[in-house]
C-alpha cells in the first residue's frame, strides 16, 4: 500500500474505505471485527465517514461494532464530513449548515460515535452558499485549538468555492472529496483536478466505479467503455475491469484517494490491486474517448 501525506500532521492510505452506506450492512460485530482486520491487512487505512451517512447512525454503529477493540481504531486514520441537514420531524427541508456551532457541535458529535479523540480530517460535505467564511474559519481553528481535528479540506467544491473559503482561512485546505470516474469527467473539465495539482492536495474520490454502471448499464456509452476496459485488462494482465477503473483513477499525477464502499473482501481488494498497474497516455484516454464517443480535441 502506498500512503500520501495530506499535511504535516496526516498520512492516509491511498485508498479509503467508505461507509456511506454502512447503515444497509446487516453483519454481526464478530464479523465486522474480522472485515475490518482483513481491510486493514491490506494496508488501508484511512476510514471515510460523515455526520449524515445512513440518517446520522453510520458512525454510531461503527463505534458500537469497535467499542472492545480499540486496538484496531489506532491503525486508522479518520476522515468526517459535516453540514447536510436532511429533513426530520424537526426539519422542513434538505439543508447545508456550515455555521460555526454547526460545525463544531458536530465534529464532536462524530468524535464521541466513533469513539476516538480526534479526527484525522473534517470536511465540509457541500458548499454552503449561506454560510459567512469567517465562522468556518473560527470553527476549524477552535477545533484544531483543542486537539479535535487535524487537517482540513472540503468536499464536492468547485475551484471558485475552494479559492474563496481558503482565502479566509488560516490553515490550508488539505482535500477536496469529490465525485470521479471513468465515467464522469465533470472534475476534470470544470477545473477542479487542474486546482488540487496546482495546490498539491490529493483528491479523495467517491463513486470511483459510477455506482456499478460500468458493470451493468445498457447504454452505449458504457458498453464501448467496457470493451475498452476489457482490452486494457488484457494488456496489463489484471483480473477484471474494475481494477482499471481503479487504475485510470490511481495513475494520475494528482494521486488520488479512491473511496471503496464495499463490504465484500473480494471487492475491497481491487483498488489495492489496482496500485500494480500504472496506465500509458494512450490507454487512459482510449478510455476517455471510450466513453465519450468521439476523439479529444
Known amino acids: 500500500m502506498e500512503y500520501i501525506n ?44 460523515a455526520d449524515s451517512y445512513g440518517r446520522y ?47 463544531i457541535s458536530q465534529a464532536e458529535r462524530s468524535l464521541k460515535n466513533l469513539g476516538i479523540e480526534a479526527l484525522d480530517v473534517i470536511l465540509l460535505h457541500r458548499p454552503d452558499w449561506f454560510a459567512d467564511p469567517t465562522e468556518i474559519a473560527e470553527a476549524f481553528e477552535k ?23 481558503e482565502s479566509y482561512l488560516s490553515m490550508p485546505l488539505s482535500t477536496n472529496q469529490i465525485e470521479l470516474s471513468v465515467s464522469n469527467y465533470d472534475n476534470f473539465e470544470n477545473g477542479t483536478i487542474d486546482l488540487a495539482v496546482e495546490k498539491r492536495i490529493h483528491p479523495m474520490i467517491w463513486s470511483p466505479l459510477s455506482g456499478g454502471k460500468i458493470f451493468t448499464s445498457d447504454d452505449i456509452r458504457f458498453v464501448e467503455l467496457r470493451k475498452i476496459l476489457e482490452i486494457i485488462r488484457q494488456e496489463v494482465g489484471a483480473e477484471s475491469i474494475d481494477e482499471i477503473a481503479y487504475a485510470w483513477l490511481l495513475s494520475h499525477p494528482a494521486k488520488m484517494i479512491p473511496i471503496t464502499g464495499s463490504y465484500i473482501k473480494e471487492y475491497i481488494e481491487k483498488p489495492v490491486s489496482a496500485l500494480k498497474y500504472k496506465l500509458t497516455s494512450e490507454q487512459w484516454y482510449m478510455i476517455w474517448t471510450a466513453y465519450k464517443g468521439h476523439r479529444i480535441p
Not at 454481526?28 to 474480522?34: A, D, G, P
Not at 453510520?58 to 447536510?84: H, I, T, W, Y
Open 6 to 49: 495530506l499535511s504535516k500532521d496526516v498520512k492516509l492510505s491511498r485508498v479509503s474505505w467508505g461507509f456511506w452506506r454502512f447503515k444497509e450492512w446487516q453483519g454481526t460485530k464478530s464479523e465486522f471485527i474480522n472485515l475490518t482486520e482483513f481491510v486493514l491487512d491490506l494496508g488501508i487505512t484511512t476510514m471515510d465517514h
Open 57 to 103: 447512525t453510520a458512525e454510531e454503529k461503527f463505534g458500537d461494532m469497535l467499542v472492545d477493540r480499540p486496538d484496531l481504531k489506532n491503525r486508522m486514520q479518520f476522515v468526517s464530513k459535516v453540514g447536510l441537514v436532511y429533513p426530520s420531524d424537526y426539519v422542513r427541508v434538505k439543508y447545508y449548515d456550515n455555521s460555526k456551532e454547526y460545525i
Open 143 to 165: 477545533l484544531y485549538k483543542d486537539g479535535k481535528i487535524k487537517a482540513i479540506g472540503v468536499s464536492n467544491y468547485l475551484p471558485h468555492e475552494f479559492r474563496k473559503l
